[in-house]
C-alpha cells in the first residue's frame, strides 16, 4: 500500500545549545497546526567529477552541501489568553525577533542580535526527517473576507531520514483564526483610518548555510523586508497617496486584526509609501501602494 501524502506532522523545540538536538534532550516540544507542510529533504549542491577520462557523457557526482528545509502556513490568531505568547512565538524567535511578554501585550520586535534556533521532527507517514539549527524567515498575508496567515520557511542541519512512527499530538495552544474586514480587523496610514483591502508583509531574511572548517551553521545575515497595501481610493482631499510618495514621507503604519485575547497586531513608526498605482475591486477604485519599511521596524504584537 502506498504512503498518504496528508499523513505528517511537523513537532518543534527551542534548542538550548545550538544544532543539539531539542526534542531528543526533552525541551519542551510542540506540534506545528498549520496547513501546505512541505519538506526539501535533501538542498544543497551537488558537484561533478569532470574528468577527462576520453568518454562524453555525464561525469560521476558528489554531494557537496546538504541541508533541508520545511516550509508551513499557519493562522494569524493570537494565544486565546491576553498577555500570553501565542504557539508560534517561538518560531519568530528564530526569525530574527524577540519575543516580550509585558503587562498590556506580547511584543515581537526584530531582533538583530537573535541567536536562537530550532529543532524540527516531520513525520512523513513512517519516515522521520530532523532538521536542528534550524532558522528562518516568514511573510504574513491579510486579505479582506479571507484568514490571514503566517507563513514561515526554516533551514536547518541535515539528519539522516530514518524511520518514525507519528506521535502522539496535541493543537489546544492553536487558536482559530477570523476573517479579515470590518468586525474584526482596522488599519491606519499616517495616523487616519483607511479602508484595507489586502496587507502583506514579507520580512525576507537571507537565511544561509554555512558550512567550512570548524564550522557548520545556519545563519541569518541580513534582512530587507517588502509590504504592500491595497486600500479603497478615497478622495484627494481625504488621503493623497501622491504627495506622500512624491516626499518619500516618513508615515506610522499599523494593522490590528481580532477580538481582544486573539488579537495581532503589525506596525512601523517608519513607512514611505512607493508610487501607487490603480486597481479594481468589484468596480470600486483602489489604490495597489508598495510600502518602504524603514530600519528594523515593524513590530508584531497580539494581545
Not at 104 to 127: K, Q
Not at 230 to 245: K, S
Request: charged letters at 15%; one cysteine or more; aromatic letters at 10%.
Amino acid at each position: 500500500m502506498g504512503r498518504k501524502t496528508k499523513k505528517k506532522v511537523l513537532l518543534f523545540a527551542a534548542e538550548t545549545n545550538y544544532g543539539v538536538d531539542a526534542i531528543a534532550a526533552e525541551e519542551t516540544t510542540s506540534a506545528v497546526l498549520g496547513r501546505e507542510v512541505t519538506i526539501t529533504p535533501m538542498a544543497g549542491d551537488n558537484t561533478p567529477l569532470a574528468y577527462d577520462d576520453g568518454t562524453m557523457g555525464n561525469k560521476p557526482e558528489l554531494a557537496t552541501e546538504i541541508y533541508a528545509t520545511v516550509q508551513f502556513t499557519c493562522d494569524m490568531a493570537g494565544s486565546g489568553t491576553a498577555n500570553v505568547a501565542p504557539a508560534w512565538a517561538p518560531l519568530m524567535a528564530a526569525c530574527l525577533r524577540a519575543v516580550t511578554v509585558g503587562a498590556d501585550n506580547v511584543s515581537m520586535p526584530i531582533n538583530e542580535d537573535a541567536e536562537d534556533s530550532l529543532t524540527f521532527y516531520f513525520y512523513y507517514d513512517g519516515a522521520l526527517h530532523k532538521l536542528t539549527g534550524a532558522r528562518g524567515t516568514f511573510s504574513l498575508a491579510a486579505q479582506a473576507k479571507q484568514l490571514p496567515s503566517l507563513q514561515f520557511t526554516f533551514t536547518g542541519l541535515f539528519a539522516p531520514v530514518v524511520n518514525g512512527v507519528m506521535p502522539a499530538t496535541t493543537f489546544d495552544a492553536w487558536q482559530t483564526p477570523v476573517p479579515v474586514g470590518a468586525q474584526y480587523s482596522s488599519c491606519t496610514l499616517n495616523g487616519a483610518a483607511v479602508r484595507l483591502i489586502a496587507f502583506n508583509y514579507d520580512q525576507a531574511n537571507q537565511v544561509v548555510h554555512q558550512e567550512y572548517v570548524g564550522l557548520e551553521e545556519v545563519q541569518i545575515t541580513d534582512y530587507q523586508p517588502t509590504a504592500s497595501i491595497t486600500i479603497e481610493a478615497e478622495g484627494l482631499d481625504d488621503f493623497d497617496p501622491f504627495a506622500l510618495a512624491q516626499t518619500n514621507a516618513e508615515v506610522p503604519f499599523e494593522f490590528l486584526h481580532g477580538p481582544a485575547g486573539n488579537q495581532f497586531g503589525w506596525a512601523s513608526g517608519r513607512v514611505s509609501l512607493k508610487r501607487p498605482t490603480y486597481g479594481d475591486q468589484d468596480g470600486t477604485l483602489t489604490y495597489q501602494i508598495d510600502l518602504n519599511v524603514i530600519g528594523n521596524t515593524g513590530t508584531i504584537t497580539t494581545k
